[in-house]
């Protein structure tokens, strides 16, 4: 009983702190815009089922994803045997669905091994990738000794959580060959009986072997959950609604501002009647509450897989460019915005804003808006729309652009058109010579 009840603590306690931690994120995501995403449910769902359940854009890079295919598959199947870990430290029981389950339970657990061993191939591959090999996208700038340890501990822990799993499944398999109390004859196991030979005779030796591993197993797990939210991990929860609210608009659409699509259409038609729009805010983005809510939540979504970084062109010649880098720097100033209402209050000022103090100008004016980064993304993350917005601010608040951009709208302005050629002269380019 007291074991029951220092399980229902920790349970208890891990699941309250995950709770608060979650309601922070939301805060934080809220501070957005709002955004109307709920049009066309159907195909929402869709995208979501390809994209985050079926994972079709990690397909793209082949050795990659079926890596990934095993920790995934292999993390969401095997957690259906944390349900009955929690019933058998609630109640007392041992392996409780055994006997309902009859000899399905043996197949789920040699399932659960099998994949328990495809997930750690998949971990220390991944890890040897990271640190061995040292595969160029998951470098750069931005990619400190944070992100870095993040990515380590998240491998580390899931060798250590599989690890102890076929441990103990291992010493529970040679307590029921012993014909142990408690420990019925239940289960497969093709993984684990290989480590059974490892492991010594006594009884007793035995059952402290399979109970330090069974409370490492939910503990780790537990502590596991409370370390999501801090951690690029946390895409595990946030990748199916952030693929579910993607744009469906077609790709490299840029957005209209209703404020000044309203003055427009009214110089166009004094009969125009404008549409409502929400009073205050900026033209374009300065800091984190100028965005949408769909921007922060790609923010929190970042895996910081690097395959945006990797594939834009600004970056591979050499600018200063790393769309990987303007969602870690718009989460990490949403976190710091965060903080700041926790210890002040709401209507706190810092004094920083995403832009120059995170996100340069010489970044966002390095973009070509290819769009390369959104479409390379795995949850349909778009660093694009922040970039844009940013210029927005840029342009339209402050006035200030390349040299480059103010000669195009020099030109605009004067010739109706980004070149400087007069009107009649703009098809002197077809004409023989």
Known sequence: ??????????AAAAIALFSLNVR?????????????????????????LKVAFGQSKMAKRPVAFVLHLFVYIGFVIINLEVLEIIIDGLFGTHRIFAAPLGGLYNVLIASFEVLAALVLIGVIVFFARRNIVHLKRFSGTEMGKWPRSDANIILIVEVLLMGAFLTMNAADYKLQQIGALHYINAGSFPVSSFLVPLLPDSETALIAIERSCWWFHIIGIFAFLNY???????HIILAFPNTYYSNLEPKGEFTNMASVSNEVKAM??????????????????KDIGDLSWKNLMDAYTCTECGRCTSVCPANITGKL???????????DRMEE????????????????????????????????????????????????????ELRRFAVM?????????????????????????????????????
């Open 1 to 10: 009983m007291v074991l029951q009840i220092l399980f229902l603590i920790i």
């Open 24 to 48: 922070k994120i939301i805060r934080n995501i809220n501070l957005g815009r709002p955004l109307d995403r709920s049009d066309r449910p159907s195909e929402r769902l869709a995208i979501m």
């Open 228 to 234: 999501l939210p801090y951690s690029k991990h946390f």
């Open 268 to 285: 166009l038609d004094p009969a125009y009647t404008p549409e409502p729009v929400p009073e205050g805010g900026r033209f374009g983005a």
């Open 321 to 331: 460019l790393s769309p990987r880098k303007i969602m870690m720097d718009t989460r």
């Open 337 to 388: 915005i965060g903080k700041n209402i926790d210890k002040h209050g709401k209507d706190h000022q810092d004094g920083k804003s995403l832009l120059d103090s995170y996100i340069s100008r010489e970044e966002i004016w390095a973009c070509t808006t290819c769009n390369a980064c959104t479409d390379a993304c795995p949850v349909n993350i778009d660093p694009l729309s922040i970039i844009v």
């Open 397 to 433: 608040e402050e006035s200030q652009a390349p040299a480059s951009i103010n000669a195009m709208f020099g030109n605009v302005e004067n010739n109706g058109a980004p070149w400087k050629y007069a009107a009649v002269d703009r098809m002197n380019w077809a004409e023989e010579k």
